[in-house]
């Protein structure tokens, strides 16, 4: 059975930072590209984040580059975001997602590119 199970929010004042983290299971892990995804209060899902199946190459949208890192281990099948700089419009549930596809890189929040999400860890950017 997929599992995909993040870990690691939590309030945080602007200008912090958090880590988080997702630990997957039941699936080869290094096999697949895996992206982050947000959803802020009362507005749809916005993605965040990717990165390949090696750890080499990283995607972020335009609202979060050089704040977050995206990051893997294979070895222990765990998907990390290093957040910086947080600030108050980083609010937001996110999730992990393992797109359907081994290898292919998601940059998007279409439901059918992934098939298995976590159940979210919600981040509070707030003074």
């Known amino acids: 059975e997929v599992q995909l199970v993040e870990s690691g929010g939590g309030l945080v004042q602007p200008g912090g930072s958090l880590t988080l983290s997702c630990a997957a299971s039941?699936?080869?892990?290094?096999?697949?590209?895996m992206s982050w995804v947000r959803q802020a209060p009362g507005k749809g899902l916005e993605w965040v984040s990717a990165i390949n199946t090696g750890g080499v190459r990283s995607y972020y949208t335009d609202s979060v580059k050089g704040r977050f890192t995206i990051s893997r281990d294979n070895a222990k099948n765990t998907l990390y975001l290093q957040m910086n700089s947080l600030k108050p419009e980083d609010t937001a549930v996110y999730y992990c997602?393992?797109?359907?596809?081994?290898?292919?890189?998601?940059?998007?929040?279409?439901?059918?590119?992934?098939?298995?999400w976590g159940q979210g860890t919600q981040v509070t950017v707030s003074s």
């Open positions: 997602a393992k797109p359907k596809v081994p290898y292919l890189v998601v940059r998007t929040t279409t439901r059918d590119e992934y098939d298995y």
């Open positions: 039941g699936f080869t892990f290094s096999n697949y590209a």
